[in-house]
């Protein structure tokens, strides 16, 4: 054989060789890298607790990255009592044994590696303890009364400009929660992660200054629209008057989504697509047009146009029940519906006029005409799933009152404790409560308001008025009284009335 032919011989060889490395390497790196994997549950209540939305694809943190900030960013928590393993506890998210991820945390394989971010259940899932020493059971559905998203952003904000969130601190830190990154992950992958993760979070924090000068919102309550604001850069680009920028108000609850078609959804109304406003607040968990997960997100919708929200698990008076439904009817079937289950009535799911109702105006206010133009451009490109239904009103919604005990504090803005308290006058209702306990007062209907701290644990303090006794913008607790909304009942009315809604 000529030299020639050896040496065209050999480069063939060299050439397939090295296009197998090259192929294995390829190969490898898909394997790898284009993998977009949730983590799935049969059980639906699972999903719902645990299942993705798809937010993970661009809003996600790595999570090793996301199981080192609470150590590595320790003294950006609240103080007070420590939870290590779940430290995200002291921001009153749940955990459910020894779970690594909170109730309304989803992940996926994506990008390669695993990524974590919140889903539905963060806002729409709380407990109830019967006394403070008593195990919590966990309720699907209900607002998430312990949870603080104003505390948890300011930690992630407060992380990012911190210099600790860095390679220096953060990948010691994995090492050492047992993460045991190879070296393409310790020298490559995570430094990239962690640079792209600090960069986003800095623009974040930036962009929802605005939101971060609100008075506190305190557990349970958060701003939904001045996300949307931030999404469509009103600030600063756009001088926003001083009555548009607080939003707050609660969580709302989410049962028997199925009868509640067609009514003016958000606590201002502002939507009569139930299809709509659940992709409006995939938006609140990382889940943009591209990156939705539909079939999941599906899933959830279709169990929640059925799902029933959980009975009433203390006594009931039932010969006091019977004397408070025809209070009930008179005063409040025609805007709440006949009971907990049959939504009808002449004024049900439509808007009372604030000149009406009375009720703090901040809410309404915040969500302007511009920010209802701005969110019907929303899936633009996406066919029928492009929004179309937002609305600016002139009031709030009056909503069916379907598992109404645990849906306190009471009011959009969660400014009333109990419904004891509701039924009484402005001037007679608490001017400051604390928050955030889950332990549930059946006596009137609500959750323990009166108790600072537990255990080193402590209770927000919510406040309607400040040192100078002027009203803090978002928290009055005025509103839905008078004769018609039954706050000048007899003793005997108001007990029995409530009785009855105990039903609900």
Known sequence: MSSTKKSAKTCWLILIV????????????????????????????????????????????????????PRV????????????????????????????????????????????????????TSTVRDTAASAPNVYLGMPANTVDLMGFERFLFGCAKDGKFSTD???????????????????????IAISLARERLLMLASRFQFMLEQPDWGPGRVDTFGSAKTLFNFFPNRP????????????????????????????????TSVEERNRSAAFGTGATPPTLDRPRIKRIEDWLLTKEPPAYPYPIDHALVAKGKPVYVRYCANCHGTDGRKFDGEKVGKVTPIEDIRTD???????????????????????????????????????????LWLRAPYLHNGSIPTLRDLLDSAEQRPKTFYRGNDVYDPINVGFES??????????????????????????????HEGPKYGTALSTPEKEALIEYLKTF
């Open 18 to 69: 090295v296009g197998g490395i090259f192929a294995v390497i390829v190969v490898a790196a898909a394997t790898r890298f284009l993998v977009d994997s949730p983590v799935d549950y049969a059980n639906i209540e699972e999903h719902f607790k645990y299942g993705s939305t798809g937010g993970e694809r661009e809003s996600g943190f790595p999570y090793w990255i996301w199981k080192a900030l």
């Open 73 to 124: 960013c320790e003294d950006k928590l609240p103080e007070g009592k420590k939870y290590p393993g779940q430290e995200l506890k002291a921001l009153g998210f749940i955990y459910e044994g020894d779970m690594a991820l909170p109730v309304g945390m989803s992940k996926r394989r994506h990008m390669g590696v695993d990524r974590v971010f919140l889903n539905c259940a963060v806002c729409h």
């Open 169 to 191: 601190f953060i990948i010691p830190e994995i090492q050492q929660l047992g993460g045991d990154l190879g070296l393409i992950d310790r020298y490559l992958v995570y430094p």
């Open 240 to 271: 926003v008057p001083e009555k548009e920028r607080v939003g707050v108000a609660d969580f709302p609850s989410i049962w028997l989504q199925g009868p509640k078609k067609g009514m003016q959804l958000h606590w201002d109304g502002n939507n």
């Open 361 to 403: 105006p901040h809410r309404l206010d915040s969500y302007t005409e511009q920010v209802a133009v701005n969110q019907n451009l929303l899936y633009a490109g996406f066919g029928e799933e492009r929004f179309s239904h937002f609305r600016k009103t002139f009031g709030y919604a009056n909503m069916p009152l379907d598992g």
């Open 450 to 479: 009166s108790v600072p701290e537990e255990n080193g644990k402590k209770f927000f303090l919510f406040r309607t008025l400040d040192e100078q006794r002027k009203r803090i913008p978002g928290n009055s607790n005025q509103g």
